[in-house]
């Protein structure tokens, strides 16, 4: 009588915990919310963000460098959200058993450092100009606009923006323009960061590989 108690236990237990297995409690969580779906969605819409601003310094002027005007950190991280959406539609299997999944995991995260790299250089880059933009001293001359730091230094470099009708523009906006690429790229730079942790943390941590391990009386999934 004993024996079948304990039989019937065992198997209610057994399907409790089939119930409540990793694989369903994650099919409960929301879609938008799952690793890498969001990841990449906020580097879409930061890489689109950071070109979209780059394309409005260059209607400013056309003598803005590649370095002013980082639309190619922009381009850059939409590409990267590309592989990571791509990355999501994947089906997971354990253990990385698949050539494609592992490829496409090792993809994603070398990406997701060269962002976390490329958004610290753009940062670096705007708050020099953005430093360097506060203190310049314009004067309209035809069609361009003529920057100085120094007035009284006769060989102070001049910085010629070509086709500005207003210094306003330089002094005031363009200002503002290397603020907003500093936050942005900031905002990218931790987003990547946390990408790049996440799928080091999946490959080389804890990480569900559907393994079930079973002793006499009950039947419990555990995470390897």
């Given at each position: 009588?004993?024996?079948?108690?304990?039989?019937?236990?065992?198997?209610?237990?057994?399907?409790?915990?089939?119930?409540?297995?990793?694989?369903?409690?994650?099919?409960?969580?929301?879609?938008?919310?799952?690793?890498?779906?969001?990841?990449?969605?906020?580097?879409?819409?930061?890489?689109?963000?950071?070109?979209?601003?780059?394309?409005?310094?260059?209607?400013?002027?056309?003598?803005?460098?590649?370095?002013?005007?980082?639309?190619?950190?922009?381009?850059?991280?939409?590409?990267?959200?590309?592989?990571?959406?791509?990355?999501?539609?994947?089906?997971?299997?354990?253990?990385?058993?698949?050539?494609?999944?592992?490829?496409?995991?090792?993809?994603?995260?070398?990406?997701?450092?060269?962002?976390?790299v490329i958004s610290v250089l753009v940062v670096a880059f705007a708050g020099h100009h953005h430093s360097q933009a506060s203190s310049f001293i314009c004067r309209q001359a035809e069609e361009d606009c003529e920057c100085v730091l120094d007035l009284s230094d006769p060989i102070a470099r001049t910085f010629n923006y070509k086709e500005v009708s207003d210094c306003e523009a330089i002094t005031s906006t363009l200002t503002f323009y290397y603020l907003l690429q500093i936050l942005l790229n900031l905002a990218q730079a931790v987003v990547c960061a946390i990408g790049a942790f996440i799928m080091w943390k999946h490959r080389y941590q804890v990480f569900f590989a559907g393994i079930q391990i079973s002793s006499p009386s009950t039947h419990q999934w555990q995470n390897v």
């Amino acid at each position: 009588m004993g024996q079948g108690q304990k039989g019937s236990s065992d198997k209610k237990q057994s399907q409790k915990n089939r119930d409540v297995s990793p694989a369903q409690e994650d099919s409960k969580r929301c879609r938008v919310c799952r690793f890498p779906l969001l990841v990449a969605l906020l580097q879409l819409l930061l890489g689109v963000a950071v070109t979209a601003v780059a394309f409005l310094m260059l209607a400013i002027s056309h003598s803005l460098t590649a370095r002013e005007t980082p639309h190619w950190a922009g381009i850059i991280l939409c590409l990267v959200s590309i592989v990571g959406f791509f990355l999501y539609c994947i089906t997971y299997q354990p253990d990385e058993r698949t050539s494609t999944q592992f490829i496409v995991r090792l993809l994603y995260f070398v990406l997701c450092t060269t962002g976390l790299v490329i958004s610290v250089l753009v940062v670096a880059f705007a708050g020099h100009h953005h430093s360097q933009a506060s203190s310049f001293i314009c004067r309209q001359a035809e069609e361009d606009c003529e920057c100085v730091l120094d007035l009284s230094d006769p060989i102070a470099r001049t910085f010629n923006y070509k086709e500005v009708s207003d210094c306003e523009a330089i002094t005031s906006t363009l200002t503002f323009y290397y603020l907003l690429q500093i936050l942005l790229n900031l905002a990218q730079a931790v987003v990547c960061a946390i990408g790049a942790f996440i799928m080091w943390k999946h490959r080389y941590q804890v990480f569900f590989a559907g393994i079930q391990i079973s002793s006499p009386s009950t039947h419990q999934w555990q995470n390897v």
